[in-house]
């Protein structure tokens, strides 16, 4: 156990439905990563948050893709109208210097 | 921007035998190196990380070896147990993008 945790490890949901997930880094750490890891391949750089900051987005992140991280603690990642290609795992890392990047157990979209 | 390429995407081993993966990046500006450790259903876990000042590094029963000029870092482990059998993925970050970059991943198993 890393001490990063997310809600919730698993979310089935309907095409055209918005999901929210939740990531909570361990609590020193003021770096936050999103990854998205589809099956067989390894993990996907989406976002880079340092502090409340969001500083970096890849151009994986559609418009249909939203991240924050109020007060500079837990993130959200929320996906709207959902196709049926967001069905993935949704990591997040945790970092105190940027470099290293400790995961959570991930949550797994399968959108039907 | 940086591609990691991993290989062999499947090995088995027999127990007590040396298990080694091989990636190769071609940013040089990458600087850091880190392995995961992936178990079904979870997220990917640190076991080992080596800096581009330095050309080995040794954790017990794992060992990471660069080459910079080549552009190619290795995993080796020694003495492999059943529970060493998991998916490992290399990783390269590169500070100008502030993320990682993964390979494809190497489904490890070890038998009895």
């Known amino acids: 156990d890393t001490g990063v945790s997310q809600n919730p490890r698993h979310k089935i949901t309907k095409r055209g439905q918005n999901v929210t997930f939740r990531c909570d880094p361990i609590s020193e750490h003021n770096r936050l990563y999103w990854y998205r890891q589809t099956l067989g391949q390894g993990p996907e750089f989406l976002t880079y948050?340092?502090?409340?900051?969001?500083?970096?987005k890849s151009r994986l992140l559609s418009d249909r893709f939203s991240a924050e991280r109020p007060k500079g603690s837990f993130s959200t990642l929320e996906i709207q109208r959902t196709e049926q290609g967001d069905s993935a795992m949704y990591l997040c890392?945790?970092?105190?210097?940027?470099?290293?990047?400790?995961f959570g157990p991930g949550t797994r979209l399968t959108v039907t | 921007g940086e591609n990691v390429e991993q290989h062999p995407s499947t090995l088995s081993v027999q127990e007590g035998d040396s298990a080694v993966i091989k990636c190769t990046y071609s940013?040089?500006?990458?600087?850091?190196f880190p392995w995961y450790k992936q178990e079904l259903g979870k997220g990917p876990q640190l076991i080992i990380d080596i800096r581009s000042n330095v050309g080995e590094k040794k954790d017990q029963r794992i060992a990471v070896t660069l080459n910079k000029t080549a552009k190619h870092f290795s995993l080796h482990i020694t003495e492999t147990q059943p529970e060493d059998s998991a998916v490992y993925f290399c990783?390269?970050?590169?500070?100008?993008?502030?993320?990682?970059?993964f390979g494809t991943g190497t489904r490890l198993q070890v038998t009895l």
């Open positions: 948050f340092q502090n409340e900051a969001q500083l970096e």
């Open positions: 990783a390269a970050f590169t500070g100008t993008a502030s993320k990682l970059t």
């Open positions: 940013d040089s500006a990458s600087n850091y």
């Open positions: 890392a945790s970092s105190p210097d940027r470099v290293e990047q400790y």
